[in-house]
């Protein structure tokens, strides 16, 4: 639904740079295992099912696996680079973008943050918010600036 706050499970961009890592053939395994070994969320997939509207794995990248929900909810999405949590601080869309994080994007009425704050204590996920739903269709993504950022896509299977 429209004016409802968008979050994201864990880091965004571990996979990524742990693609690199293995392609570059560095050995610090720093990210490596993010990208060989994901880990599903399970249980807070499943706390959510009380708590969210809509969620979705970042299998394919955060852009573009929100524009999902966005598409099938028939709303758009504000969100805010400098909020989604990295592991740099140099923060790029193919960083966000490049998919197989598998962390979860959801989306959660306002009146649910402290019970979705519970949950990210009790499971020990850290969980973050990086935006909100908004009437207008489609996704757009501002910089630290507050200026739109040009969009790309993320992984496409065919």
């Given at each position: 639904?429209?004016?409802?706050?968008?979050?994201?499970?864990?880091?965004?961009?571990?996979?990524?740079?742990?693609?690199?890592?293995?392609?570059?053939?560095?050995?610090?395994?720093?990210?490596?295992?993010?990208?060989?070994?994901?880990k599903?969320?399970?249980?807070?997939?499943?706390?959510?099912?009380?708590?969210?509207?809509?969620?979705?794995?970042?299998?394919?990248?955060?852009?573009?696996d929100?524009?999902?929900?966005?598409?099938?909810?028939?709303?758009?999405?504000?969100?805010?680079?400098?909020?989604?949590?990295?592991?740099?601080?140099?923060?790029?869309?193919?960083l966000?973008?490049?998919?197989?994080?598998?962390?979860?994007?959801?989306?959660?009425?306002?009146?649910k943050?402290?019970?979705l704050?519970?949950?990210?204590?009790?499971?020990?996920?850290?969980?973050?918010?990086?935006?909100?739903?908004?009437?207008?269709?489609?996704?757009?993504?501002?910089?630290?600036?507050?200026?739109?950022?040009?969009?790309?896509?993320?992984?496409?299977?065919?």
């Open positions: 639904k429209e004016n409802q706050l968008i979050f994201v499970s864990g880091i965004i961009g571990n996979a990524y740079l742990g693609l690199k890592e293995l392609s570059d053939n560095i050995d610090t395994d720093s990210y490596s295992k993010a990208y060989l070994e994901p599903a969320h399970i249980d807070l997939g499943l706390k959510l099912s009380d708590i969210a509207s809509a969620c979705i794995d970042i299998s394919d990248g955060l852009l573009q929100l524009n999902l929900i966005c598409q099938s909810s028939n709303v758009g999405a504000e969100i805010y680079l400098d909020k989604i949590p990295t592991s740099i601080s140099e923060k790029s869309l193919e966000i973008n490049s998919g197989d994080d598998y962390e979860l994007c959801f989306t959660v009425d306002e009146d943050y402290e019970e704050m519970n949950v990210s204590k009790i499971l020990n996920i850290p969980i973050t918010l990086i935006g909100k739903t908004c009437l207008s269709k489609g996704l757009a993504l501002y910089d630290v600036n507050n200026q739109r950022v040009e969009l790309n896509s993320g992984y496409s299977h065919f």
